[in-house]
């Protein structure tokens, strides 16, 4: 009888001690250009349409405008396959500096403003939409933007 209670305990143990990443998510990346270049330290969300399921997911992209997402609601790199809405934004304080990096102050109170238009950094009016099939793959956005 006390052999019982010790496999279960230890199955426990094994299983809650390994990180296994959920199936259903699909792993998304890619690369952000404006004008040719590089799209540094921009946010990068996918937004699901009607009958994608979960909450969608965020990247921001690096020096060399690469991002990976991430779910918005959890940790896990990835997002369910199905449809999505592209959001691309780019702050930048009101003297063009980017925002400093330990920057956490809600958009509605910072200073900073949106550089992109609103077909790309609007969640209503945004043009770019990707399809995720459930292998994931790679969404690469080449964003023109001539300044007035």
């Excluded at 996918?46 to 992209?61: A, N, R, S």
């Excluded at 690469?66 to 003297?95: A, C, F, H, Q, T």
């Amino acid at each position: 009888m006390t052999l019982r209670p010790l496999l279960l305990l230890v199955s426990f143990a094994v299983l809650g001690c390994s990180k296994t990443s959920d199936p259903t998510l699909a792993p998304v990346s890619g690369t952000i250009t404006l004008n040719d270049q590089p799209l540094a330290y921009a946010t990068v969300t996918f937004i699901p349409k009607d009958g994608t399921p979960g909450f969608g997911g965020v990247g921001k992209t690096d020096a060399s405008g690469k991002y990976s997402l991430v779910g918005s609601r959890n940790s896990e790199k990835g997002i369910p396959p199905g449809e999505y809405r592209v959001v691309i934004s780019k702050r930048l304080m009101p003297d063009g500096s980017e925002l400093p990096a330990d920057d956490n102050t809600p958009p509605m109170m910072s200073p900073a403003k949106e550089s992109l238009p609103d077909s790309t950094s609007s969640m209503t009016s945004t043009k770019q939409t990707a399809s995720v099939p459930a292998s994931g793959g790679t969404f690469d956005f080449a964003l023109v933007h001539k300044k007035k």
